[in-house]
């Protein structure tokens, strides 16, 4: 007799969790295990000393819009990311990031979004390689904001703290991924009531710009800035994925609601989330998917919706 076939998952991390063992690099596959199943940060840390450089950067696709080995910010920013979800954002390890932070500087002390270092490896192209890149908000915000959460002092720290004070309350016009890039500086900036007005300020913009859909069933009222894919829009939720985020305070109620409906709703059939980016390469496309799940995921129950 012919065996059953065995029943697909019917809760929603159940189904997440059947794609992430189908599709996810072994470090989403840890990250997943440390956030739902109980899986311990050794292994999640373990996993992520794989795209470690010995510069003190990472690289090897960590980011998976640049391909390569090379240290890259964004690379760096996204390790930081996972050292804070797991509580190991600090000591040796942070210390040999920050050297390599203060090494590949701009002559301001921040950032740039990519370093020339990128040349000849693929990389998406919207994240151009230049040879003299400006500093960037976009990679300096967020690693700022997570040191600062984690009450790790660098001399590196204060001319890239100051940089985006600077950058972040002088924005007149601006897009979605720099507007979370200054949400994660906000978020983590020391000086609580200056990061309060900066971000009543910013809220403003983001529904004055319309860089946010309010409403899930007309997102035609969304602009879609120039670069982005067909598709790429951004939610509440997108800008405030804890609820104690100063984006938070940019939405009523009612709309962060019908935000989290819509990414709930949002689970394919696979049981993964879309990456709503351009899909340039057939690597990246796949390897940023689990990274979506997981953080989709992450921002649900977050939220208190139930995912189990």
């Given at each position: 007799m012919a065996e059953k076939p065995l029943p697909s998952p019917s809760t929603p991390l159940?189904?997440?969790?059947?794609?992430?063992?189908?599709?996810?690099?072994?470090?989403?596959?840890?990250?997943?295990?440390?956030?739902?199943?109980?899986?311990?940060?050794?292994?999640?840390?373990?996993?992520?000393?794989?795209?470690?450089?010995?510069?003190?950067?990472y690289g090897h696709a960590l980011e998976p819009d640049l391909r390569g080995p090379v240290s890259q910010p964004l690379h760096t920013a996204h390790g930081l990311r996972v050292l804070d979800s797991i509580g190991r954002c600090?000591?040796?390890?942070?210390?040999?990031?920050?050297?390599?932070?203060?090494?590949?500087?701009?002559?301001?002390?921040?950032?740039?979004?990519?370093?020339?270092?990128?040349?000849?490896?693929?990389?998406?192209?919207?994240?151009?390689?230049?040879d003299a890149p400006p500093s960037?908000?976009?990679?300096?915000?967020?690693?700022?904001?997570?040191?600062?959460?984690?009450?790790?002092?660098?001399?590196?720290?204060?001319?890239?703290?100051?940089?985006?004070?600077?950058?972040?309350?002088?924005?007149?016009?601006?897009?979605?991924?720099?507007?979370?890039?200054?949400?994660?500086?906000?978020?983590?900036?020391?000086?609580r009531p200056r990061a309060e007005a900066a971000a009543e300020r910013l809220g403003r913009l983001v529904r004055e710009r319309?860089?946010?859909?309010?409403?899930?069933?007309?997102?035609?009222?969304?602009?879609?800035?120039?670069?982005?894919?067909?598709?790429?829009?951004?939610?509440?939720?997108?800008?405030?994925?804890?609820?104690?985020s100063l984006a938070g305070r940019w939405f009523t109620d009612a709309e962060m609601a019908r935000s989290l409906d819509r990414l709930e709703a949002d689970q394919q059939e696979d049981g993964g989330w879309p990456a709503r980016r351009d899909a340039w390469a057939p690597g990246s496309a796949l390897e940023r998917r689990p990274i979506a799940t997981v953080e989709a995921l992450r921002t649900l129950r977050a939220h208190g919706r139930v995912i189990g």
């Open positions: 159940a189904r997440a969790e059947r794609f992430v063992w189908l599709t996810a690099r072994v470090l989403e596959q840890r990250r997943f295990a440390y956030h739902f199943l109980r899986g311990g940060p050794d292994q999640v840390e373990t996993a992520l000393m794989a795209y470690l450089n010995e510069d003190g950067g600090g000591g040796l390890r942070v210390e040999r990031i920050c050297r390599y932070l203060t090494e590949v500087s701009t002559h301001d002390g921040a950032l740039p979004a990519i370093h020339p270092s990128q040349r000849g490896y693929p990389s998406a192209p919207f994240l151009p390689v230049v960037a908000l976009l990679s300096t915000g967020p690693v700022v904001g997570v040191l600062h959460r984690n009450q790790v002092w660098h001399a590196w720290l204060f001319r890239a703290t100051e940089f985006c004070w600077s950058a972040v309350e002088s924005l007149e016009k601006s897009h979605p991924y720099e507007i979370q890039a200054a949400v994660a500086f906000l978020d983590g900036a020391p000086d319309r860089l946010v859909v309010l409403d899930p069933d007309q997102p035609e009222d969304h602009s879609v800035p120039e670069g982005y894919a067909p598709g790429e829009v951004f939610h509440p939720h997108d800008y405030a994925r804890v609820p104690d």
